[in-house]
T-cell receptor, first 115, second 106 residues
Framework: NAGVMQNPRHLVRRRGQEARLRCSPM?????VYWYRQLPEEGLKFMVYLQKENIIDESGMPKERFSAEFPKEGPSILRIQQVVRGDSAAYFCASSSSPGHRYEQYFGPGTRLTVT | EDKVVQSPLSLVVHEGDTVTLNCSYEVTNFRSLLWYKQEKKAPTFLFML????IEKKSGRLSSILDKKELFSILNITATQTGDSAVYLCAVGDMRFGAGTRLTVKP
């Protein structure tokens, strides 16, 4: 009974490159959430997706960031033209239904380092 | 703007001590308050509180919510070194506080 899976666990990118972070929710979960945690700061909500739909992207930066959760396959958080300030831990969480939105299970995170 | 404030920001205690962590909030659309424990990696869910005055318990951990005064407390009794972690509180549309870093010394 695998939990939420994220890969890669560590990602190093040079400034200007693209970063792609993947998240596979827990079995039976169709709701995915992405969070960013900057060094020494709390978690900040970025985006909430269901299969093929973005439900709430109020926490996503307006430029360079995008997220998708296709019908098949993992959810992807894409950061284009990365900058040093994008260096952070990115966590994905999943829940089983909107009614359980607040009972989220987190993945291990992807640590992005931009050099 | 929604706000979640946790205190203290850090706390150092010795094994066996009891600790109380605080979370106060101002949110426009309160549905529930959640507590998470974050060790080296991902947060793990502890409690979800929706009603005032009802204590939730899990072993040595307990939590209670006061919706009138807009805060919650997380208590840990007989602390152990394994309780060392950052404890996060989240309210509303998953707005997290900055966390309380608890260190339990042997």
């Amino acid at each position: 009974n695998a939990g939420v899976m994220q890969n890669p666990r560590h990602l190093v990118r040079r400034r200007g490159q693209e970063a792609r972070l993947r998240c596979s929710p827990m079995k039976g979960h169709s709701h995915v959430y992405w969070y960013r945690q900057l060094p020494e700061e709390g978690l900040k909500f970025m985006v909430y997706l269901q299969k093929e739909n973005i439900i709430d992207e109020s926490g996503m930066p307006k430029e360079r960031f995008s997220a998708e959760f296709p019908k098949e396959g993992p959810s992807i958080l894409r950061i284009q033209q990365v900058v040093r300030g994008d260096s952070a831990a990115y966590f994905c969480a999943s829940s089983s239904s909107p009614g359980h939105r607040y009972e989220q299970y987190f993945g291990p995170g992807t640590r992005l380092t931009v050099t | 703007e929604d706000k979640v404030v946790q205190s203290p920001l850090s706390l150092v205690v010795h094994e066996g001590d009891t600790v109380t962590l605080n979370c106060s909030y101002e949110v426009t659309n309160f549905r529930s308050l959640l507590w998470y424990k974050q060790e080296k990696k991902a947060p793990t869910f502890l409690f979800m509180l929706t009603s005032s005055g009802i204590e939730k318990k899990s072993g040595r951990l307990s939590s209670i919510l006061d919706k009138k005064e807009l805060f919650s407390i997380l208590n840990i009794t007989a602390t152990q070194t394994g309780d060392s972690a950052v404890y996060l509180c989240a309210v509303g549309d998953m707005r997290f506080g900055a966390g309380t870093r608890l260190t339990v010394k042997p």
